[in-house]
Structure formats: C-alpha cells, structure tokens
Nanobody, 124 residues
C-alpha cells in the first residue's frame, strides 16, 4: 500500500499545474485523501481534502477558489488542480490518506499513509 504523487514542476505565476496521487488501498479508517504542502522553513500546511465515498471537499484558506481537489475512483487517483499560482505556492506537496478528522486537523493517525512528495516551483 503506497501513494505516489506526480505532476509537480515549474510554473509561472498566474499559471496552472495539476498534481496526481495514485493510491492502492482505502479502508474505513482512511476515508479521505488530503493534500498538504511544506515550504522551506515553514510548517506543514493543509491544502485540500476529499472524502473517498461522498466526494465532500475542504480547502485551506490560502488556496480556496484557486485549487480544486477531485477523485477518479475508477483510476484510484486523486487530483489537485492548481490555478492562478502564486509565488507563495512554491513547496513540496504531499498526498496523504487518512481519516478525515486527522487530515482536517493537519495531523496523522497511526494508519495514515503518505507519498514521497512532489515539488512545485512558481516563478515570475
């Protein structure tokens, strides 16, 4: 069981990127997928989350209205579409599968799973 993030890279400010997170297993205890990011010298930040079953979504305040999280159950993949990118969006982005309560509190449970991260760089 593991998660694999792809899609990071370099984008210009105002541009867009789409990240993907492929997962191989979900359980009752891991009922949601979250995207987090961490910039150098900063705390881990909650970006977005989606529940596997109902598709309910949540967003961090700094990305609301610019980022969209979605899932493709047939492909076992969760996406993070990022638009209107800003310089401050530069970070390593991680996807994590866990119970929604932990994801929304920016915490990890003992059964949480996460990927290796994908780097997003935004330039002028």
């Amino acid at each position: 069981v593991h998660l694999v993030e792809t899609g990071g890279g370099l984008a210009q400010a105002g541009g867009s990127l789409t990240l993907s997170c492929a997962f191989s297993e979900t359980t009752f205890t891991r009922n949601a997928m979250g995207w987090f990011r961490q910039a150098p010298g900063k705390e881990r930040e909650f970006v977005a989350a989606i529940k596997f079953e109902r598709g309910d979504t949540h967003y961090g305040g700094s990305v609301k209205g610019r980022f969209t999280i979605s899932r493709d159950s047939a492909k076992d993949t969760v996406y993070l579409q990022m638009e209107s990118l800003k310089l401050e969006d530069k970070a390593v982005y991680y996807c994590e599968a866990d119970h929604e309560n932990y994801i929304l509190q920016c915490k990890r449970s003992v059964v949480g799973l996460w990927g290796q991260g994908t780097r997003v760089t935004v330039s002028l």
